[in-house]
């Protein structure tokens, strides 16, 4: 279970974060949407200790975020920030093995190892695994840091928009795995989408963000509605239930 | 070309280098001559060894502090010599000889390592300001802040008429390396060297703030040890034979051209590589006019252009 308390957090003048306090459920896969600029990055950002906390309190189970071992944490949660870019020239391989440094310290161990192969072949990388990031596709490339993230095998994963730079089929076969981690190894998935309907087609619980406060939370199906499209994101659009599931007409 | 061939080819250059430098100077000496004759043997101890000795080092800690400043910067075009490292360890050297010419030697350099240490810091304080997107700032932005602290050095040795030693810190040259003259270079390399111990935290520093904190490194900690080292093996360099231009700047590149940035891999073949680039440089510079030398720095701009050309237009190919 992720806490958060009375979280604000000001740059200059401007309030990015107002007195957000939030509870997400262990297990399962929450997702954070919100209009642009509604503070979603920055809220998963201070989870992930990237950002100092000003004011409030995260904890994650009983690791107080700020005041905890910071490779403790690393061993408990891992984030996919936004915009990855890394200007070294790494293997896929050397990479995502990068993921075990808070287990292994660097000396790899036979179960690290194993680890790895399994993060290259669920991102379907084996056969890339030797190649330089920085002749890869951007697909390619955000997927290799998705398995790094996997293979830190944390209790938590935070991802940031994880879809970006993701065809249909990649966007859908990586929802995919995020339910089965939710589902079957017993994972917590929280996870920042700008596509509704992909939130609300896989996620178990929505948080819905604007101005830097939480405006609601709930399950998709009750709070997935004409009303919600018109207050918080401010536009007109038809919602149809397709499935018993909600899905907004673009 | 895998790792193990590039680490046993590079060594086996370095060897070959090696046996050809103790061979080449002003003195004509045989390996035989060793064998037959005791004063042979001196000038190979007294001076070939450590002629051919402190190539090696410097090149390779300097290549290794190339490497590693370029992973904490996350940039590729810097070295500590561009960035006001060297000039930083010069103004050290230069207020303890005004101000405190009695003080022992280590003191002497410790004192120099830190405002080494200072000095790349302000770098580091102003690179982390500037625009990620605008890559060619850093190094540019390096070349002021080093062509300052390098007006204030040379203000000061104006002032305590000490200009000539500026000229022997600032630009390196062997041809004064004997027995009992070198010896501090060692601990430079023992410094470089100790950086394998931190090759992993150091690659991982050079993926960013963000990535380093997920894995739990301690960035900040990791960023100060690395700025450490640089400045020591800096200041001990300036100090012993003069800052030497480029090798920190063209061997880690290439090397990462070939081999990638996994630091635990590369730093080895970034270590030979670099000892052996400044180590053939000087035997050319002793031997194109000889008896007289070239100065390592001039053989090494020369070098250092070709092997950047060649980069640029032969060097292994990648889509970016």
């Known amino acids: ?50 950002l100092p906390i000003q004011t409030g309190k995260i904890s994650v189970d009983d690791l107080e975020v700020g005041n905890c071992d910071s490779s403790a944490l690393a061993r408990r949660l891992a984030i996919l920030p936004q915009q990855v870019h890394f200007a070294t ?20 161990r036979s179960e690290d190892h194993n680890k790895v192969a399994e993060a290259l072949e669920a991102f379907g990388l084996t056969p890339l695994q030797n190649r330089f990031l920085d002749t890869l596709s951007g697909g390619q490339r955000h997927k290799a840091h998705v398995a790094m993230t996997y293979a830190q095998d944390t209790d938590y994963l935070l991802l940031d928009e994880p879809l970006n730079n993701l065809d249909i089929s990649a966007a859908r076969a990586l929802m995919a795995l995020l339910r089965d981690l939710a589902d079957n190894s017993g994972k917590t998935i929280v996870i920042v989408v700008h596509d509704i309907n992909f939130a609300a087609q896989y996620a178990d619980h929505l948080v819905v963000m604007k101005q830097g406060q939480i405006a609601c939370e709930g399950k998709p199906v009750d709070l997935v509605t004409k009303a919600l499209l018109t207050d918080v994101f401010d536009t007109d659009a038809h919602v149809a239930l397709i499935e018993g599931k909600p899905f907004v007409m673009p | 070309m ?50 051919t000795a402190a190539p090696l080092i410097a090149g390779a800690s300097l290549s290794i502090c190339g490497l590693i400043l370029q992973m904490l910067v996350r940039n590729r075009f810097v070295e500590p010599m561009t960035v006001g490292t060297g000039q930083g360890a010069a ?22 390592s830190s405002t080494a240490l200072l000095a790349s810091l302000g770098f580091l304080l102003i690179a982390r300001r500037l625009p990620p997107t605008q890559p060619l700032l850093v190094p540019l932005v390096g070349m002021v802040y080093g062509g300052i602290l390098g007006a204030a050095v040379t203000f000061f040795a104006y002032q305590a008429d000490m200009l000539q030693f500026i000229e022997t810190w600032l630009s390196g040259d062997f041809s004064g390396v004997m027995r009992g003259r070198y010896e501090l270079l060692w601990i430079g390399a023992m410094a470089a060297g100790l950086t394998y111990l931190i090759a992993d935290q150091i690659a991982i520093v050079g993926l960013g703030r963000d990535a380093s904190i997920n894995l739990g490194l301690n960035y900040n900690q990791v960023m100060i040890l690395g700025l450490l080292v640089i400045s020591i093996v800096s200041a001990l360099t300036v100090v012993t034979v003069g800052a030497i231009p480029f090798v920190g700047l063209i061997v880690p590149n290439i090397v990462s051209r070939w081999f990638g940035d996994n630091l635990r891999a590369t730093l080895p ?42 980069l640029l237009y032969r060097g292994p190919k990648h889509a970016h």
């Not at chain 2, 103004?91 to 120099?112: D, E, N, Q, R, Y």
């Not at chain 2, 006019?289 to 252009?305: K, N, Q, S």
Request: no cysteine.
């Open chain 1, 1 to 50: 279970m992720i806490s958060i308390e009375n979280l604000s957090y000001e740059v200059g003048t401007a309030r990015i974060l107002q007195d957000v306090t939030v509870t997400l459920p262990k297990g399962g896969m929450t997702a954070l949407i919100g209009p642009n600029g509604a503070g979603k990055s920055t809220l998963l950002s201070h989870v992930a200790r990237l």
């Open chain 1, 89 to 108: 020239r790494l293997t896929v391989r050397d990479m995502v093995a990068f993921g075990r440094y808070p287990h292994s310290q660097g000396r790899l």
């Open chain 2, 2 to 51: 895998n790792n193990r061939a590039a680490i046993a080819g590079a060594a086996a250059g370095t060897f070959v280098l090696a046996a050809v430098s103790l061979f080449v100077g002003v003195i004509d000496l045989t390996p035989l001559d060793v064998l037959r004759d005791p004063s042979a043997l001196t000038l190979l101890i007294d001076s070939r060894f450590p002629r």
């Open chain 2, 91 to 112: 103004l050290g050297i230069l207020l303890v000889t005004v101000f405190a010419p009695t003080l022992s030697i280590f003191l002497k350099m410790v004192l120099a």
């Open chain 2, 269 to 310: 073949v970034t270590a030979l590589a670099g000892g052996a680039l400044v180590l053939l440089s000087d035997i050319l510079g002793r031997v194109l006019r000889y008896p007289f030398e070239i100065p390592v720095g001039t053989i090494l701009g020369v070098l250092g252009a070709f092997a950047f050309l060649w």
